[in-house]
Nanobody, 121 residues
């Protein structure tokens, strides 16, 4: 099992920036990729971005491309999500995930508790 702890969320004004961080622990050796999903109120969870744990490949959802950047720090077992030019529609709970597939997805993924990002207009 992989344990994931997110940090960096909060309340920010539209146009601002945030950097979400997710620290992994436990069975790190089992991770092939890490990523982020988000779930807005009343909506289904949607994919945001993913990055390979050993290679340099990454992918960002078309809906946030150009504003969201995913990166990793293997030495710290951490994945980062830089969010720029925030919009009110980015308001959601952001979930970190790690798994054996790229991108990580059920049923082969572990999930963090989620962290709230709220963007005020």
């Amino acid at each position: 099992q992989v344990q994931l702890v997110e940090s960096g969320g909060g309340l920010v004004q539209a146009g601002g920036s945030l950097r979400l961080s997710c620290a992994a622990s436990g069975s790190i050796f089992s991770i092939n990729a890490m990523g982020w999903y988000r779930q807005a109120p009343g909506k289904e969870r949607e994919f945001v971005a993913a990055i390979g744990w050993r290679g340099g490949h990454s992918v960002v959802a078309d809906s946030v491309k150009g504003r969201f950047t995913i990166s990793r720090d293997n030495a710290k077992n951490t994945v980062l999500l830089q969010i720029n030019s925030l919009k009110p529609e980015d308001t959601a709970v952001y979930y970190c995930t790690a798994g054996s597939t790229f991108p990580p997805k059920e049923p082969f993924a572990n999930w963090g508790q989620g962290i709230q990002v709220t963007v005020s207009s």
